[in-house]
């Protein structure tokens, strides 16, 4: 009987959490919908967002595609290498500030958190004259080094934080089993942290492959320039072309679900990981 | 000894890069704009004027910057609160070993991935006043009476911008929460359970301690953008009406590139710089400090 | 042997002339980007790829408009690597790179497409400065054309009207037989505040607010603003701050409001969603604008120390000439600055405003849009303190709009700030 009520208890629970679940995910997909629902309306028909598409018009897509096709390209070319590197520098900063004490450490961690609070906006301009007198304006390279040196802040505050939640006292163990300290970080720690690096792959991989501001100013040429200052001109000062915008959108937010999904095995395969600390 | 002086060494070079790009691409640009910032000038002439602290002492006795700074405060109330914790609760109910959980998550980060022209677009069809979602739900249930002008309304706008803000940047804080709880040592869970703790209880004294990285990092991200938020406003009000949604960022912006006043512009960029270290690092350093007390006992 | 020797000979020789040719090039900088100013930018291009084969025009579109286009030229002359050409603002935008130093006369090219000749007097005064040329003007919209729903008037036998009771009346009409009288959108209220400006000031007096010579607490400015909220603000339709330009739009085509004031490329805009100008839409002056037309106006402007002077030139002799301005102003759905152009590009409704352009260049005035004469940050004040007023028309707003219009008048009267046109 008791085992009984139990189990009307869990039930109960179970589909109080399946409800509030699917309640949100409908809120969350109206958008998504007049969204989806819009790139595939000809122009005639834009004129009533709301109603329902009479025909497929997929033009859309194929006129959003020809105007991108070679930004996504730029933009994946962008971003990952990016992603990676960022992730890694942050990583490097993050390591001696959660596993080590010394004088001025917390110095160092403000000076990097600084980055945190710069209005991007304003200084494209002394950027772009950085960015140039290294030579690697309107280039890969560039803006690799741009979202790397941008990404650091971000990335080293949260894997600093994150490793900070490994005990120091692995550290010692493994370097008294005469692992080097560079080769615990390697070999060790990056491993440890998986949960907390996918998640800073994930948000550096949307802020760069979303980025506009340095892409406009950085690049100028189409081999280089990415995807999103091609999609911004889908909405001009006296024309708009919503239809075309929104297939767009869609097509620049495929390849940000393909790396959510590898990278939420990379969460659950860093659960697992978490075992090791016992 | 010897481990001492590797330790300085490795630990020495690995901090090297990134304090060297900081040195290069943000000290730098910032000192930049500081210098600029006791300087008129347009943005394209060759030539600047010294004029003093005169940007600083015209901004301050402008009527619109403290209309932005309102605004960007109250930002800054919303977004430490509302997404911060409408990530967590999501985070949370999908944790509870749920089926399709890849599916939730995927859906509730989607929209943190789309270009904010886009977003922008979609949510001023979604408060369009004759046709759009929100005055027509209000119509249907028999509140007609209440519709609203959603971002045309100066009493409310900012709210408006502010909810579609939520429904954009709430990915953001459950990636960071979905990691964290993955993170949380599963015996920990079970012991606790195992202990006859209720999930209020769990919460409180396991998971919560446990997602504190996750929720400084939230928390000071949040309070970040709270303070630069400019897209979405940018793009669905440009400010307006009148000044009613006006943010700092929005400001520096038109008064730089449309108003012709970079030295001003350059003033509001360091206010804001100023502004939002002198709010955010002294939480960051504090909370830092207690997440290495837990940790290290 | 004679017969390779001549084979080597023709092969230096044809290096030698491909070499003295010397591909030459010139780069747009531009922000035609969507539908049909896109199509209109590759028309251009492409007729002077024709005039002009050896030399390579490329193009770069910039997106964020005039402001984005600031900022990246900007960013360019201080790597002393500007473009050879951008598209540009007419008036006091373009004075400031020219004050700047930043832009090279064009007096050549100017000559040689007869400058002087083809372009309206208006026009001219607001790219020549001390004598010199320094851009070439491509086309004119007109932003004081009101536009409406045909149907609507049709079916309520609505007249159009010519004075601001007519356009009071009308309004009413609608009202009464519950359709909005008036579309409008945020941001864009100073567009729908210039006929009201003309009217209660003249011609006139609508030129010397732009050269700062008159108070905005002047009677004649608050009857402007008075006008403004009786006759448009009164007749806005529900909601309309929470709609964008294009959205405002779509409510006229769906026949939910009847009137609507932007600039004329709202034509392009209904003509997409399937509207024939003449059935479904047609035009009118806005009430006080009979002989008067306002105009808003894209030119191109060469920076200086841009590298291959020639390309730069071909690039703006096509701008300039009858077949580059035929070929833009056909698809951009705006009329040809050059006077000399054949108006049997134009469609129906294009073919009425160039002939009202003719009349009105005749016997009234072409007026500028005032962000061509107005110092900028008075001009993005005026956007916003009529926005105020539009937000709430009482005459406590008005004194207070007026005050902080006048306020900013002063202190740019005191730095100097503001340009007399008609010196110009």
Redesign the interface.
Known sequence: MAKGDFNAVRVLKRVLIYTALVLAAVLFMIPLVVLVMTSIKGPREIVNIFALPETMYWQNYVSAFERMGRGIWNSVCITVPAVVISTLVGAFGAYPLAQFRFRGDSTIFMVLLAGLFIPSQIVLIPLFQIIRALGVYDSYVGMWIVHTAYGIPICTFYLRNFFATIPRSLMEAALLDGCSVAGYFFKILLRLGKPGLAAVFILQARAIWNDLLYGNTLTRSDAVRPMTVELATFVSQTDVQYGQLMAATVISILPMIVMFFVFRREFISGMLGGAVKS | MRLETEKKLTFGAFLLIPLVCILVFMVYPIGKSIVLSFHRWDGISPETTYVGLRNYSRLFADVRFWTAVSNNARWLAFSLALPTALGLALALLIDQKIKGESLFQTLFFIPYTITPVAVASVWRWLYEPRNGLFNKFLQLIGLAKYRQIWIGDPSIATYSIMFSSLWWTTGFALVLYISGLRNIPQELLESATVDGARFSQRFRFVMLPQLLPSTIVVLAMSGISALRVFDLIYSLTGGGPGYATEVLATMMFDVSFNRFEQGMGSAIAVTLFVLSAVIILPYVYHTSKNLEDITNG | MKRRMTLVLISVLLVLLIAGMSVSGAELWH???????REALDAFLSTAREQYPDVEFTE?????????M??????A???NDPPNVYQSAIGYDLK??V????LAPIDDVWEAINGEEVFSEGLKSMVKFDGHAYAIPLNT?IVSHIFYNKHIFDQYELDIPTTWDEFKAVSEALRANGIEPFAAA??WETYNFYAPLVSSLGPEGYLALGNGQVSFTDPKVKEAFRIYGDAFVSAY????????W??AA??V??G?AAMYLN?D?VV??FE???WVPGEDFWFFPAPGTQDVMIMQVDALAAPAGAADPEGTAALLTVAGGVSGQSAFNAKKGSVAANLNTPPDIYNTLLKATYDRVQQVSAEGTMLPNMLFMLP??LY?ELG??V??F??DPTEQTLEQVTKTLENMRQDLLEEGAFVNWNAM
């Open positions: 922000y035609w980007l969507s539908g049909g100013e770069r579109g910039i997106s964020g408009a005039s402001t984005e600031r900022r990246q030229l900007g960013a002359f201080l790597a400031s790179y004050d700047a130093g930043r919209h945020s941001g339709m529900f909601g309309w701050s929470g709609y964008g294009a959205e779509n409510e085509i769906n939910n600039g490329w392009a805009y997409s969603a399937g900028p940050s993005q916003r303190q926005s105020t539009a937000m």
